[in-house]
């Protein structure tokens, strides 16, 4: 069972928005940024959010995310076939380290 | 830009010790503001951090590992390693090497970029 809990799929028609939550607690997301990866089917994860709300340079201006509390979301907006792939919330949690949510897998119907 | 690469077997038996190797193009692992890092991926499951290693040797790991992991750089080949020891085949997953970068000297308002394409370890007899 994961640190941080996310719903285990998300799914949407193109063009729609899709909201990934993520929960924890004060130890990890409420004292920390929290960081969302993107997997492709048979890939490496992939940086996709960074310090809760950032872009890093190549990543398309649908995806956001922000942190309220001790909870994430990453939303993607104009939701395209190409995103349909797994996502992971992080973040640092005192006791033990880097944390992850279980993913959430993102289906394009 | 930095891209990294596991190596190492891909078939461990049980009880044996699991190694493995990232090396580091395109930038050196003694770059400050930056620590080095092994995470894992079960098929079809989640992503668990292993630990990491500073180049100053420093590290940390996840308490999940009860001990049995040790991971080490060698500036010289520009390169970081991870040695799980007493392995089952509950350590059977995709590990992957990735950079971990820091906010302001601190881990816990970094990220991880970029990762390695990820080698897939089975333990089984």
């Known amino acids: 069972q994961s640190v941080l809990t996310q719903p285990p799929s998300a799914s949407g028609t193109p063009g729609q928005r899709v909201t990934i939550s993520c929960s924890g607690s004060s130890s990890n997301i409420g004292s920390n940024t929290v960081n969302w990866y993107q997997q492709l089917p048979g890939t490496a994860p992939k940086l996709l959010i960074y310090s809760n709300n950032q872009r890093p340079s190549g990543v398309p201006d649908r995806f956001s995310g922000s942190k309220s509390g001790t909870s994430a979301s990453l939303a993607i907006s104009g939701l395209q076939s190409e995103d349909e792939a797994d996502y992971y919330c992080a973040a640092w949690d005192a006791s033990v380290g880097w944390v992850f949510g279980g993913g959430t897998k993102v289906t394009v119907l | 830009q930095v891209q990294l690469r596991e190596s190492g077997p891909g078939l461990v038996q049980p009880s044996q010790t699991l190694s493995l190797t990232c090396a580091v193009s395109g930038g050196s692992v003694r770059s400050e503001n930056y620590y080095w890092s092994w995470i894992r991926q079960p098929a079809g499951k989640g992503l668990e951090w292993i630990g990491r290693?500073?180049?100053?040797?420093?590290?940390d790991y996840n308490p999940s590992l009860k001990g049995r992991g040790s991971i080490s750089v060698d500036t010289s080949k520009n390169h970081f390693s991870l040695r799980l020891s007493s392995v089952t085949a509950a350590d059977t997953a995709v590990y992957y090497c990735?950079?971990?970068?820091?906010?302001?000297?601190?881990?816990?308002?970094?990220?991880?970029?970029?990762w390695g394409q990820g080698t897939l370890v089975s333990v089984s007899s």
């Open positions: 290693i500073y180049t100053s040797g420093s590290t």
């Open positions: 990735a950079r971990g970068v820091m906010v302001r000297g601190l881990m816990r308002l970094g990220w991880f970029d970029p």
